[in-house]
């Protein structure tokens, strides 16, 4: 009975399942706990390399900017070494995920085929003891990091527009009102220029010293490598730009300026026809005067010549025809008195000029040849019979808009602007034969007047008469040549900012040094060959460096980039009293178009009494606005958007 009984419970068991799951976890367990060890074990691993390897990199990029013993020959000097040192451990703290054996060796290294160390090389380990593993024995894990970094500059172009007005004659402390006495120097070309006075301290001086430190910093940033280059834009009222143009971008034929032309008389007091009128008549009696001289003329017999002096007050200067003003001569009689007296009445010929849009021919112009200027006729005047451009010029077209897509931009505002038509060229300013008009008879368009050509200057409005030309006065500024993208040598960079043309004078127009800084730094457009890649190289960062003392100020009577506005309304309209923010809308969409371009901007704002404006702060990249009160904070700003220019890279 009891064999049976232990039969049935043997038979039960076996067909029993109850239990078998924990059997077979059991014998699970050991490999599950292997898979899960691993899978966490291998997480921390992971993000402790991580770390390690951006210590690393941090190690190497500090000490590589502190390193100052670039010889192949020497271990890495003591600060480089500290530094990256330090920079390392802040990187990677100590017991960092219970780290050990932590260590960082950063040295000295060099490009293959080169004699300087120009990079800084780094190794760094720790030991992780394994959080699981351990249990399978598998205690710890030494993990590596390699690094290495070059204080490198990219090839690099680098455009300044730089401020070149009138106030920068002034100190960084002069109020913003500041109005230096402007003054004639002597040109390099052996003409006469214009100028304002540098007080000693000026900002015109700071800024040639800032420039000479942006460049030696450069230098000291860049490997044998680098190519680096540099253009210049001086700007105020307008930009030098004529010898940078190519010469088929120029319009050489005609072109029409604000100016003036001799028309047909209109006072019948005489039958005598021409392009002059009469003035009021006087009664003379010369004597020492042969009868044969003495007869009725019209003196000269043509024009209106002021040179030499007054008709008949010497027998020598009848007969040779010397004048102070062109005059005609009737009802003359002559005795024998004194020599021979001549008698009779005068009168002044005066040209009359009809002031309003006229076309001229400017080929002799543009060839800056002393070429006949239309708008003076008479020699010996300031002006002149002849003028020669100095390379200003005036826009191609443009539209008179308050606002502006960057898809759709005027010619003029357009950095890839390239020649479309034959008359839509850039101009040459002509100041010498541009002339103001005022409104008499109510007409600012044009209008006639009779002027006695001895009374009025050239550029300047009849309705005052100073005596003071508008050249002097700044109204037709033309400064420093402008300098396309190429490669400088330190000396031929001082040469330039030291040059003596390179002087201030002149208005404030941000947006006419901003659209040529951006033209010439563009990778398309007139002068994209400037700037294209150096052979199997990256393309180039590209950078404006914007420097200004001062807030756009436009005058609608200054000779600028689009001739006097007040006549010629190519920006303004028939709104004058928006000026101001015409011109800096346009500003702002040239920055947007520079911008878009990959070009970053620096602003700087120099002078105690000129902060970042709106304007200005738009106009900067993110974080590259800066203000300069004195000198020595432009000096800094430079030195620092130099090293930003010149940034770090990590190379491994």
Known sequence: ???????????????????????????????????????????????????????????????????????????????AQTQATTFFNNNFPTGYYQTTNVTFTPAKAADSGSTVANTVQGTASARLPMAVMRFFGIMTRDLVATCQ??????????????????????????????????????????????????????????????????????RASADPTTNIRYGFVPY???????????????????????????????????STA????????????????????????????????????????????????GYV??????????????GGTCSGTQQALRPLWRYEPVTHDVSGHVASLNAANPAAIVPGRFDGLTSRWRGCIEEVDTSADTSFSLGSLPDDLDPDFTLTTATNRWRPAWPEATWL?????????????????????????????????????????????????????????????????????????????????????????????DTAPWPGRNPPSRSIVFMTDGFLAPNAYISGLYGPEAFSKKVTGSDLTSQTARHNARFRIVCDAAKAKGIVIYVVAFGASVGITPDLQYCASPGQAFQASDTNALRTAFQTIAQRVASLRITQ
């Not at 898979?35 to 990199?57: E, H, I, P, W």
């Open 236 to 270: 105020s009222s307008s930009v030098n730009v004529g010898a940078a143009i190519p010469p088929q971008f120029i319009q050489n034929t005609t072109w029409t300026y604000e100016s003036r032309r001799l028309s047909p008389a209109v006072n019948a007091t005489s």
């Open 437 to 529: 008009r005022g409104n008499t008879n109510g007409s600012t368009d044009f209008q006639d007047h009779l002027v006695t050509e001895t009374s009025v200057d050239h550029w300047e409005d009849y309705n005052f008469r100073s005596g003071l030309t508008l050249d002097l006065g700044g109204f037709a500024a033309c400064g420093m040549p402008a300098q396309r993208l190429r490669t400088w040598t330190a000396q031929q960079v001082s040469d330039y900012v030291n040059h003596v043309d390179f002087k201030p004078f002149g208005g404030t127009y941000h947006d006419a040094g901003m659209i040529w800084g951006t033209r010439m730094l563009s990778p398309n457009g007139v002068f994209a060959a």
């Open 1 to 79: 009975m009891r064999c049976e009984h232990q039969h049935d419970f043997l038979a039960r068991l076996a067909r029993d399942q109850r239990g078998n799951t924990i059997a077979i976890m059991a014998a699970a367990l050991v490999p599950l706990m292997g898979f899960a060890g691993s899978a966490v074990d291998f997480a921390r691993m992971y993000t402790v390399k991580v770390r390690l390897q951006q210590a690393c990199d941090a190690g190497v990029l500090a000490g590589r900017k502190a390193m100052t013993d670039t010889a192949l020959a020497t271990p890495l000097d003591t600060a």
């Open 325 to 338: 003003q062109a005059r005609y001569y009737s009802g003359v009689s002559w005795t024998g008195a004194n």
């Open 149 to 218: 970094a070059r204080f490198d500059l990219a090839d690099a172009d680098v455009m300044f527009v730089l401020d070149t007005t009138g106030s920068m004659a002034c100190v960084p402390s002069a109020p913003a009102t500041c109005a230096p006495t402007n003054g004639s120097y002597t040109r390099a070309d052996g003409s006469t220029g214009f100028a304002a006075q540098e007080a000693t301290g000026s900002k015109m001086q700071g800024l040639r010293d800032a420039v000479i430190l942006f460049d030696t910093t450069m």
């Open 274 to 321: 021409g392009d002059y009128n009469f003035g009021s008549t006087t009664s003379f009696s010369f004597t020492g005067v042969a009868q044969t001289l003495c007869v009725a003329r019209r003196v000269p017999a043509s024009g209106f010549l002021t040179q030499g002096p007054a008709i008949g007050t010497t027998a020598s200067a009848w007969a040779n025809a």
